[in-house]
C-alpha cells in the first residue's frame, strides 16, 4: 500500500537505558551478537547494530539506577507471550539458532525465564537482560530449523553448539535431492528407537511377570 504524507516509514533508533555501559556492551556484542558501532564510555552511550544491517540501531546510555525502566509490564489477562507473573516482553528479537544463543545466553549467567520451547512454525525462550530488560528471541521455521529438530528428537538429546553450527552450515548449502537424503536417515534414526524403546518395553514387561 502507497504511503500517505506524514506517515511513519520506518524506525530510527531504540534507547535502552542501562546501569553499567561496559557491561552492556559486552552483553549485546559478545552473547547476542550485534556490533559495536562506537562507544563512548566518558559520556555514558554506546552505538550498537545487527551485523547483517537489518532493523534499527540500539542506543545503550548509563544512567543511575533508580532510573533504568525496565522494559516489560504486566498484561491483566492470561496470554500465550505473558510468563507465569504476567509479564510481557517489549523486546523480540529474531535468531537463526536458537539453542545456540540459547547456550551463550545460558553461559552469561543472566536469568532465563523460560527455556527454549518449539511449535511447528517456530522455537522461542526468554530472558532478562543484565539490566532486567525482559527479552523474547524466536527462530522462525526453516530448514535448519526442522534438520536441528529431527535430529535431536531421533538422537533423544540436546544437540552440542558444534552439532548446531554445523547443521546450520548444511542447511544453508543443502540441495532438494540432499535435503530428501537427509529426512530419511532421520526416518531412520526415529525408526530405531521406536523400536529400541519397544523392545525395552517389552523386556521390562517380561521381567514384572517373571518376579510376580
Known amino acids: 500500500m502507497p504511503s500517505n504524507k506524514g506517515d511513519i516509514i520506518g524506525y530510527c533508533c531504540l534507547r535502552i537505558p542501562v546501569l553499567d555501559l561496559r557491561k552492556s556492551v559486552d552483553f549485546y556484542c559478545e552473547v547476542l551478537g550485534y556490533d559495536q558501532v562506537s ?58 539458532d536458537l539453542l545456540a544463543l540459547h547456550e551463550r545466553v545460558k553461559q552469561a549467567s543472566v536469568h532465563i525465564d523460560h527455556e527454549p520451547e518449539f511449535t511447528n512454525e517456530y522455537g522461542f525462550f526468554t530472558f532478562f537482560d543484565p539490566d532486567g530488560h525482559f527479552i523474547r528471541v524466536v527462530e522462525e521455521r526453516g530448514e535448519a530449523f526442522d534438520l536441528k529438530h529431527s535430529i535431536g528428537s531421533a538422537l533423544k538429546r540436546e544437540l552440542t553448539e558444534n552439532e548446531n553450527k554445523m547443521i546450520q552450515g548444511i542447511a544453508e548449502r543443502i540441495s532438494v535431492e540432499q535435503q530428501k537424503f537427509l529426512d530419511a536417515v532421520v526416518a531412520g534414526f526415529r525408526l530405531y528407537h521406536e523400536i529400541e524403546d519397544r523392545q525395552f518395553r517389552n523386556t521390562a514387561s517380561d521381567h514384572e511377570r517373571s518376579d510376580v
Do not use: C
Open 39 to 96: 562507544a563512548d564510555y566518558s559520556f555514558g552511550e554506546a552505538h550498537i547494530a545487527l551485523k547483517n544491517g537489518n532493523g534499527p540501531s540500539i542506543f545503550l546510555m548509563e544512567t543511575k539506577s533508580e532510573d533504568v525502566t525496565q522494559l516489560k509490564f504486566v498484561f491483566p489477562r492470561s496470554f500465550w507471550i505473558t510468563n507465569s507473573t504476567g509479564q510481557v516482553t517489549m523486546v523480540e528479537l529474531l535468531t537463526n
